[in-house]
């Protein structure tokens, strides 16, 4: 019942900017965007959320469009170990405010 | 400030056999979950709990119980192990719904 879309796997070279989209065209008003990351088989490992607002911290930004259909989070500025799987989440309002993991990206840092 | 700790990390179960994992956290949160990850599947929901005192199932609760009695802790329960609840188990804290979650580093189990 994952409520948003993402690419299977992107490749980012060291020292750019990651760009990792996400459409959630279905989210509700209420429901927050959240972006989490795991490395091999570690607990996943929160980075960012939002509800309307772009958002930064220092580990990322979060752009949330507008009609709030689509988000994009951006690691400014990978390095190797940023090579994780990302997953955007919807945090729906059932069973606690679960988080609803999807498939996520596959995010490759290359040198 | 460890976070959210989970413990044992590595367990091997024979089938029928039982066991409970811990989670522990530091943060005062009062929101604690318990999910399963297993291959091709992600994170699936079992139990969670809202404050001490408090548990509800999630998505897949079947074979699994719980308990809240301290409200930094939450005890996952596996009565008769089965084949089936070979996975990796994660548990996670939030201090409200809608706040960060932080999960523990997981707890891999084989039921054999």
């Known amino acids: 019942d994952a409520k948003t879309t993402q690419p299977t796997s992107m490749d980012c070279a060291e020292g750019r900017a990651a760009n990792l989209p996400c459409n959630h065209s279905?989210?509700?008003?209420?429901?927050?965007v959240y972006w989490y990351r795991q490395i091999h088989s570690q607990g996943p490992q929160y980075i960012i959320h939002?509800?309307?607002n772009n958002e930064t911290n220092e580990m990322a930004s979060l752009i949330i469009t507008e009609d709030r259909k689509s988000s994009t989070l951006i690691l400014p500025h990978a390095t190797l170990r940023d090579t994780a799987v990302y997953y955007c989440?919807?945090?729906?309002?059932?069973?606690?405010?679960?988080?609803?993991f999807g498939a996520g990206t596959i995010l490759r840092v290359k040198s | 400030n460890a976070g959210v700790t989970q413990t044992p990390k590595f367990r091997v179960l024979k089938t029928g056999q039982s066991m409970t994992l811990l989670c522990a956290q530091d943060m005062n949160h009062e929101y604690m979950y318990w999910y399963r990850q297993d291959p091709g599947m992600g994170l699936r929901l079992i139990h969670y709990?809202?404050?001490?005192?408090?548990?509800a199932k999630g998505e897949v609760p079947d074979g699994y119980n719980v308990s809240r009695l301290k409200k930094q802790n939450f005890l996952l329960g596996l009565e008769s192990a089965a084949p089936s609840q070979t996975s990796v188990y994660f548990c996670?804290?939030?201090?409200?719904?809608?706040?960060?979650?932080?999960f523990g580093q997981g707890t891999r189990l084989t039921v054999v």
């Open positions: 279905t989210i509700s008003g209420n429901e927050y």
């Open positions: 989440i919807v945090r729906v309002a059932e069973y606690g405010n679960k988080l609803v």
């Open positions: 996670a804290s939030s201090f409200s719904p809608n706040t960060e979650a932080f």
């Open positions: 939002g509800l309307k």
């Open positions: 709990s809202v404050g001490e005192g408090t548990t």
